[in-house]
């Protein structure tokens, strides 16, 4: 079986500031890794997801998360926060092998103030 | 744009009573998947249909029935609501061959049961 634990519930960050928002994951098979994000009212987004290749994997918006297979995690990063990205933010994993059930964590609220 | 549609957005049901949600999947997507996303909390895998067949189910128990028509859409039952079926109900559509590793998700139905 997997799991995913979103170590904090809730990040409060300046704007401008830089923040990393955790993720750990347990799995004895392979797994692919996403970062979703839902802002208020609204579905889930995909953020960026990791499937192979060079651990470091980048947005569009500038977030970034770094798959490091040791420590299973694949935390989330951005070098400075717009208030737009006051979000809910969630870590999810999806077995290499199987079909598209994908496992998420509690999520992480992530607020930027001004 | 995702393209995945959800109706209805919103809804008020009593308990005990029965509700049906439907998904329009996105164009080409043979795949859909149901998710329960209860208040703080991430979404729960409910099942999964692959070209009309289920493909997958969460813990989740019989009175959550579902079906994938022809065209790709589907519709998430739930029979004798419990208070605790009070959720935002997510669906996700996937690509056109198990390959794909990308969800789309829709906006969600908003379920309150009083």
């Known amino acids: 079986a997997q799991s995913v634990t979103q170590l904090d519930s809730q990040v409060p960050v300046f704007e401008e500031a830089p923040v990393e928002l955790r993720c750990n994951y347990s799995?004895?098979?392979?797994?692919?890794l996403f970062w979703y994000v839902q802002y208020p009212n609204q579905g889930l987004q995909l953020l960026l997801k990791?499937?192979?290749?060079?651990?470091l994997v980048e947005s569009i918006n500038g977030f970034e998360a770094e798959f490091n297979k040791s420590q299973t995690s694949f935390h989330l990063r951005k070098p400075s926060v717009h208030i737009s990205d006051t979000a809910e933010y969630f870590c999810a994993v999806r077995r290499m092998d199987s079909s598209y059930k994908l496992i998420f964590g509690s999520g992480t609220r992530l607020l930027v103030r001004p | 744009e995702t393209g995945v549609t959800q109706s209805p957005t919103h809804l008020i049901k009593t308990r005990g009573q029965q509700v049906t949600l439907r998904c329009s999947s996105q164009s080409g997507h043979n795949t859909v998947s149901w998710y329960q996303q209860a208040l703080g909390q991430g979404p729960q895998f409910i099942f999964q249909?692959?070209?009309?067949?289920?493909?997958g189910r969460g813990n989740f128990p019989p009175r959550f029935s579902g079906l994938q028509f022809p065209n790709y859409s589907s519709e998430l039952n739930v029979n004798a609501l419990e208070l605790d079926d009070s959720a935002l109900y997510l669906c996700?559509?996937?690509?056109?061959?198990?390959?794909?590793?990308?969800?789309?998700f829709g906006q969600g139905t908003r379920l309150t049961v009083v």
């Open positions: 799995s004895s098979v392979s797994v692919y």
């Open positions: 996700a559509s996937s690509g056109t061959d198990r390959g794909s590793t990308e969800a789309f």
């Open positions: 249909y692959y070209r009309e067949e289920e493909n």
């Open positions: 990791y499937l192979s290749g060079s651990t």
